[in-house]
């Protein structure tokens, strides 16, 4: 069983990834539209953990990102992770608010128990928006065309926060959401 902290896309950059995922989903590209309670987000942590844990991981990080105000991101080109499955994703360009709630994240996540993957420790984290798994090198240019790159956004605005736990194969399970700069 898995456990996720993310931070969600908000308003206009919120509706341009979805947007982007339905086109690359109707190409026939695998699609985080395609999973169940999936929004567009930057995951801070996955890791191994059960339900009671995400409950309880929910309950101690409601204060510290109550405390964060929303901020907005910029993004980087197009990227391609190579390798068993081509991810395609924007890479953000990671700024000092963006490390600082990620190593909180993290080192809550660990404290709490999740047994987090090592992609997600600090030092080796990629912060990204992931938009399709799976592309095909032969069908890149395909890919591309149906992500239509004009109507991309540069940047995105973070302003909630939340945790998720989800099943293999199942829909997401929202166990948290905190809207940011709520707190003191």
Known sequence: MSVGVALYLSGEGRKQIEGAW???LAAGFPSPARVPGQRPHVSLVN???ELPLAHHLGSE???PLAR???FACELQA???LLGNRRVAYYPLVESTVLRKIHETVYNMAVAAGVQVRETYAPGAWVPHLSLAGDVAEH???EFRAALDLEDSPTSVLF???GVVYWRHATALIQVATFALGNGE
């Open 22 to 24: 339905k086109r690359v």
């Open 47 to 49: 890791g191994e953990g």
């Open 61 to 63: 990080l409601a204060v």
């Open 68 to 70: 964060v105000d929303p």
């Open 78 to 80: 197009l990227a391609v």
């Open 139 to 141: 069908r890149e240019e």
């Open 159 to 161: 302003a909630e926060a």
